[in-house]
């Protein structure tokens, strides 16, 4: 199994400021996801990073996947409520492995 | 992208009982997957149904504890069997769109009384 962590666990910010979340591995990833997840619901794919070095905007959202294919970010500009939810990063084929998570807070 | 329908969206069990999720695809899918989650945290995978045959299992988690049915290319059931309160968590099911961009249903929010 290809082990995901991400960092940190725990984010709140204040709208309107900005926030990076990281993912991290040792193993080298084909692709990699981030996923949204909100109470109650299930986690909804927000993106795929699939080459090194490559960077993704989705409106506020800036994804970045490692040059060496390891490692993941998520960079949110000027942060609404909206944005609050249970972030998490994902690779592997078929069978996908999670990172633990960042649970991101931003207060109105 | 896949629409998945995940009923119960929760539940309330008494220990010792069981309790079947469903799991209904809006298109033909090879593998399902079902998961479990625990509030804020990340995916356990229990298993990986495939239509035809028995559900390949993580390590952890056993056919008995979770027996999955797969009766089609669409379908899918995951039993939580003889209940107690540590299983009390979120149960989802999920498809994939080519090789690695996973899809959800809402999820099966689970409390053991």
């Known amino acids: 199994t290809q082990l995901l962590e991400q960092s940190p666990q725990f984010l709140s910010i204040q709208e309107g400021e900005n926030l990076t979340v990281y993912c991290n591995s040792s193993?080298?990833?084909?692709?990699l996801q981030w996923y949204r997840q909100e109470p109650g619901e299930g986690p909804v794919l927000l993106v795929t990073?699939?080459?090194?070095?490559e960077v993704k905007k989705l409106k506020r959202l800036t994804f970045q996947f490692g040059d060496a294919r390891k490692d993941s970010s998520l960079h949110i500009t000027a942060a609404q409520p909206g944005d609050t939810g249970l972030y998490l990063c994902?690779?592997?084929?078929?069978?996908?492995?999670f990172g633990a998570g960042t649970t991101v807070t931003v207060r109105a | 992208s896949a629409v998945i329908s995940q009923k119960p969206s929760r539940d309330i069990c008494q220990r010792g009982t069981s309790l079947t999720i469903q799991c209904q695809v809006d298109?033909?899918?090879?593998?399902m997957f079902w998961y479990r989650q625990q509030p804020g945290q990340s995916l356990t995978l229990i298993a990986t149904?495939?239509?035809?045959?028995?559900?390949?299992?993580e390590s952890g988690f056993v056919i008995d504890k979770f027996p999955i049915s797969r009766p089609n290319l669409t379908f899918s059931t995951l039993t939580v069997s003889n209940m107690s309160p540590e299983d009390s968590s979120i149960y989802l099911c999920?498809?994939?769109?080519?090789?690695?961009?996973?899809?959800f249903g809402q999820g099966t929010r689970l409390t053991v009384v």
């Open positions: 999920s498809v994939l769109q080519g090789f690695d961009e996973a899809f």
């Open positions: 193993s080298v990833f084909s692709s």
């Open positions: 990073v699939v080459t090194g070095g």
């Open positions: 994902a690779g592997g084929d078929y069978k996908l492995s």
């Open positions: 298109s033909q899918v090879t593998m």
């Open positions: 149904a495939n239509q035809g045959s028995e559900a390949t299992y």
